[in-house]
């Protein structure tokens, strides 16, 4: 009897999603290095904790594989490519990053739509919410530099953002759960 409650073709997407958040993983790491290079101590331990957050991403679906009976697979990841000359070309990254794991989200939903796996359907939708959060998080980010003055940022600025991203939250909270009293 066929156990695997996974369809060839979905199984397979599954485990592309799995490889390219490891990848993600890998970028921020690379980029949370070129950060602390350049002296921002706080930049790079957000972006260390982010690279966490990603092989976590992995993790989760790795196990999801394994509950529907399937078969997961660890593949090579590249090594990182692409690194920023300045903070604003950083922070671009990270949403560029995003917007380009949202869209292999939206096509893990789409294929399962197609293949009518509703369960696969449930579980990718933890992943649309959670790429809401970190685009979010990526939009912010890019927002605090351009307060801060963007490429013409001072010291002082960049010093006080730095600190400020060494103890920011990980999580952001979403519009779903704003209210008039409390418009987050
Ligand atoms: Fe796992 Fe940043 O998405």
Same mark, same amino acid.
Request: net charge negative; with cysteine; hydrophobic share 40%.
């Given at each position: 009897?066929?156990?695997?409650? *996974? ?6 997407? *599954?485990?592309?999603?799995? $490889?390219k958040e490891n990848q993600a993983s890998?970028?921020? +790491?690379?980029? =949370? ?5 350049? =002296? ?12 966490? %957050? ?5 993790i989760k679906i790795m196990m999801y594989?394994? &509950?529907?009976?399937? $078969?997961?697979?660890? #593949?090579a990841v590249e090594a990182p490519k ?6 604003? #070309? ?11 794991? $949202? ?11 197609? #293949?009518?796996?509703? /369960? ?9 919410? %959670?790429?809401? &959060? %970190? #685009?979010? +998080?990526? *939009? &912010? ?7 801060? !003055? =963007?490429?013409?940022? $001072?010291?002082?600025?960049?010093? /006080?953002?730095?600190?400020? +991203? !060494? ?7 979403? /519009? ?7 418009? %987050?």
């Open positions: 009897m066929n156990t695997n409650r *996974l369809s060839k073709t979905m199984q397979a997407s *599954l485990i592309k999603q799995m $490889t890998q970028i921020y +790491l690379a980029l =949370g290095i070129w950060a602390d290079s350049q =002296g921002y101590g706080g930049v790079s331990n957000f972006l260390f904790r982010h690279a966490q %957050e990603e092989r976590n991403h992995m594989i394994l &509950e529907r009976g399937g $078969t997961p697979m660890v #593949e692409q690194l920023p000359k300045n903070m604003t #070309e950083c922070f671009n990254l990270v949403l560029q990053h995003e917007i380009d794991n $949202t869209n292999a989200i939206y096509g893990l939903v789409n294929q399962s739509m197609d #293949e009518k796996d509703w /369960a696969t359907w449930n579980f990718a939708q933890w992943f649309v919410k %959670e790429q809401i &959060e %970190e #685009e979010k +998080l990526a *939009l &912010e980010l890019i927002d605090k530099l351009k307060i801060a !003055g =963007g490429d013409r940022a $001072t010291d002082e600025s960049l010093f /006080a953002l730095d600190k400020f +991203l !060494g103890d920011a939250p990980d999580e952001v909270t979403l /519009a779903r759960t704003s209210t008039a009293d409390n418009p %987050e």
